[in-house]
């Protein structure tokens, strides 16, 4: 393949930071970022999910794959579902950024909106914007279809850093105020979770809006615990921090609450090697953290699946927009403002327990 276009192809390098949009799986094109010590996949053509961050020191993929995993595009085609709509049809699992509304469906301004709105599955448009041995990055672009709104995202690597940077910005286009909300949905999954994962995060409280209809639910919907002493719908007191092992079948959907700092760390006390994630606490006042320890019954998981996932969000709680409004924990924008945000996803080793995450840092406990 000697042109690309018009211009003459130039051989990847096969050091330092590299990037590279050429990829494609499953007939997805893949966006690669790498340098020595992290592989991040990200797919553009599918709500930008970041399909694989993996650490290459303990070669360990932290992102969860779903049972079904990702579907070739060519297949790619809506099935009979409910009217929450089809985003467990095509869930594969990793990372999604998730707009306009989060959770269950709504109706707003007159757009339906389905499960977890509209962003997880629209193309972003992606242009690298630095390909550099010391430092690679690309800009993806997202116009929502249903909504007035543009998200911009940077996602950049650097030489020597186990760090993905995070930089967006949100933009409502129209000459009405928008409400919205707004998140990142991170799943883990085995290997890399097992029973001696702990969370840490400073949160003083964390809430229950499980389903009453899930019987392998371990706690009530309604409950407010101060993190992370938690007491099950048995009377059993259990330390939330402590991911249980698949035998507890258990089915949670918990929501943190009075966010101290804006960062969470994930980690296996044995192998000591984790991932952090830090954001913006001003956007992202909310932690939602939904979890399928083997009990997860019935469509779709059937009970085959041992995961969680740490969302940073900017509302509460998990019932989509309206319902979110009603509460008053939207986030708005006037005709033709933007707000800007940033996070940092980290892959950390040497510790079991972490204090702090800050500026990227990594602080053992």
Not at 151 to 172: F, M, S, V
């Amino acid at each position: 393949m000697p042109y690309r276009g018009l211009e003459r192809y130039t051989p990847e390098r096969n050091f330092g930071c590299r990037i590279s949009d050429r990829y494609t799986y499953k007939g997805w094109k893949l966006l690669v970022l790498e340098n020595e010590l992290l592989r991040v996949e990200v797919l553009p053509e599918k709500g930008s999910d970041i399909w694989s961050f993996l650490y290459k020191p303990f070669d360990i993929d932290f992102m969860w794959r779903t049972p079904q995993g990702l579907c070739d595009r060519a297949l790619y085609v809506p099935t009979i579902s409910p009217p929450e709509g089809n985003f467990m049809d095509f869930y594969e699992g990793g990372w999604q950024e998730i707009a306009p509304s989060g959770g269950e469906g709504c109706t707003y301004k007159n757009a339906v909106y389905g499960h977890h709105g509209e962003v997880w599955n629209l193309p972003w448009e992606c242009v690298i914007e630095r390909d550099e041995p010391e430092e690679v990055a690309a800009r993806l672009t997202c116009r929502l279809f249903k909504s007035p709104l543009v998200i911009e995202k940077r996602l950049t690597l650097r030489e020597g850093e186990p760090i993905l940077h995070i930089d967006e910005k949100i933009t409502n286009y129209s000459e009405e105020s928008f409400d919205f909300m707004w998140g990142h949905h991170p799943s883990f999954g085995a290997p890399f979770l097992n029973a001696n994962c702990v969370i840490d995060i400073r949160a003083r409280k964390i809430a229950v809006h499980s389903f009453p209809e899930d019987q392998n639910r371990r706690f009530e919907r309604g409950q407010v615990f101060d993190w992370p002493t938690m007491i099950t719908r048995w009377g059993e007191t259990v330390d939330g921090s402590r991911i249980p092992p698949p035998e507890c079948k258990g089915s949670d959907e918990l929501c943190f609450l009075d966010l101290e700092e804006g960062w969470y760390a994930i980690t296996d006390t044995v192998r000591k090697v984790g991932f952090a994630l830090e954001w913006d606490l001003s956007i992202f006042p909310y932690v939602w953290f939904w979890q399928v320890f083997g009990g997860g019954a019935g469509w779709p998981w059937y009970g085959r699946t041992y995961n969680c996932a740490l969302e940073p969000w900017s509302s509460y709680p998990q019932f989509g927009l309206t319902r979110v409004i009603e509460e008053g924990t939207q986030k708005t924008l006037a005709p033709g403002q933007s707000i800007t945000t940033h996070l940092k996803a980290i892959a950390h080793s040497g510790a079991s327990r972490v204090a702090k995450v800050q500026q990227g840092r990594v602080i053992p406990a």
